[in-house]
């Protein structure tokens, strides 16, 4: 893995835009530079933060509102299932706000609210300028799926990183909690497993955040929390007290938590 990450790094990062090439053979300012691949590098945990968050920025910018994000990989083409990747990069980039927003415009706005769509379901793929034409089918419009499962990424990075619960062993026995709310103001999300089940609950109001989660017993896992803005104040009341957190790259971490109910508020007294 270090080998693939050092050559991935070294042979195919173009600082001109801040973004990979797709081969490391023909690399100019006209190459592709491919939304899937750029986004999987930082899923895959092959870049540092400040180069993941270079990319979040240049995905960004490449952004056809109010169509959505383009994957030019496939031509003029916007691809939810590609698409869906971008989300979870920019969240795991430290820019929830980014994902969130392009989740509003694209998945919401146009993907659902658009007269020619079905209003309850997401379709395979388009052009970037707002046709329903899709790249792989040429001219055969038919084939465009209007009820397509892949492209509904946003479900799983709503539920996994805005209301923040990952399971990191086997049905769930131990995981991770950390929500990142980007713009949203509320958010809950849930799921189960042989073990039981996994529920968030978060809000934000006037600069502060509060919530709860809850886990199956005879689990256990860790809760990560942005850092407080000053003179704000961390609460976390949980079933068996809560040690002193400690300090990381993404914020307070409270480890060895056992399964149960968890109530957290981060803001003024």
């Not at 980014?98 to 209003?119: G, H, K, S, Y």
């Not at 805005?162 to 990191?168: M, P, R, Y």
């Not at 929390?225 to 068996?240: C, D, F, I, W």
Request: net charge neutral.
């Amino acid at each position: 893995m270090q080998g693939i990450k050092s050559a991935i790094n070294q042979r195919l990062w173009n600082p001109a835009q801040s973004l990979f090439f797709d081969n490391d053979t023909v690399q100019t300012d006209s190459s592709i530079h491919p939304q899937d691949g750029n986004s999987w590098v930082i899923i895959a945990g092959l870049v540092d933060p400040e180069r993941a968050g270079a990319i979040s920025a240049s995905l960004q910018k490449r952004w056809v509102k109010p169509y959505g994000a383009p994957a030019p990989e496939a031509g003029s083409t916007i691809s939810p299932f590609a698409t869906g990747f971008e989300v979870q990069a920019h969240f795991l980039a430290g820019h929830p706000e980014r994902a969130v927003e392009l989740i509003e415009f694209m998945w919401a706005d146009f993907m659902l609210d658009d007269p020619r769509m079905t209003n309850s379901s997401f379709i395979e793929g388009y052009a970037t300028d707002g046709s329903l034409k899709y790249a792989p089918y040429a001219n055969n419009d038919a084939r465009i799926s209007h009820a397509h499962g892949w492209a509904t990424g946003p479900t799983a990075s709503l539920t996994f990183y805005a209301a923040g619960l990952q399971i990191l062993s086997g049905q769930g026995k131990t995981w991770t909690v950390q929500p990142r709310l980007g713009l949203l103001r509320e958010v809950e999300g849930g799921f189960e497993t042989a073990l039981g089940g996994y529920a968030a609950s978060w809000t934000a109001s006037r600069g502060a955040v509060s919530g709860w989660f809850r886990t199956p017993d005879k689990t256990s896992g860790s809760l990560v929390l942005p850092y407080p803005k000053s003179r704000q104040h961390v609460v976390v009341k949980g079933p068996n007290g809560i040690s002193r957190p400690e300090k990381s790259n993404e914020g307070l971490v409270y480890r060895h938590l056992h399964g149960g109910t968890y109530h957290i508020y981060v803001g003024r007294e």
